[in-house]
């Protein structure tokens, strides 16, 4: 297929109903949909990485989480003779871990860089494949949900291809 785009927004929808929606749509335009429900929901790692050449420098950027283990002193209490209870740090100290979101940017030589703009990015529920090719051609797929409560959300998917330009 050359030239395509196509746009969706579904609110007060359960995400099966939206992927569901998603996919028929796309079906019938004879589209391929790249979303799979289970890494959708649960990507193997929640990161992105998308870089740009300009000026014959790869700019780069990455963020992805990461679980780290940290130490922090032990708290402890104690009641006063009044009944008060009062807490204290001791001198011992207890692991913990803690999910961050680490960011990274960088610089390279552009001269191989296979097209000139790319993002990749899987987060649960929030995944984005965007290629941008020295001849001008493109490919670009967002899928977005958000809960709205427990069960029901509204949800974005977007896809558009471009063949080269002239």
């Not at 050449?53 to 032990?74: F, N, P, Q, W």
Request: one cysteine or more; hydrophobic letters at 25%.
């Amino acid at each position: 297929m050359a030239n395509y785009s196509i746009e969706i927004e579904r609110n007060n929808v359960t995400l099966a109903q939206f992927l569901r929606y998603v996919r028929q749509q796309c079906e019938k335009k004879g589209i391929y949909i790249e979303i799979d429900r289970e890494t959708f929901e649960k990507p193997l790692s929640e990161s992105s990485y998308n870089y740009s050449v300009i000026d014959g420098e790869k700019k780069c950027h990455s963020a992805e989480y990461r679980t780290v283990t940290k130490l922090r002193r032990k708290l402890a209490s104690y009641q006063t003779e009044k009944g008060f209870t009062r807490y204290y740090y001791t001198d011992e100290f207890e692991e913990y871990e803690e999910t961050e979101l680490c960011r990274y940017d960088w610089t390279e030589r552009g001269a191989n860089a296979p097209c000139k703009s790319e993002i990749c990015k899987f987060f649960a529920y929030d995944t984005q494949t965007f290629i941008l090719n020295w001849d001008g051609s493109m490919y670009n797929e967002i899928c977005e949900f958000t809960f709205d409560d427990e069960k029901t959300g509204h949800g974005y998917y977007y896809q558009a291809n471009r063949e080269e330009t002239e």
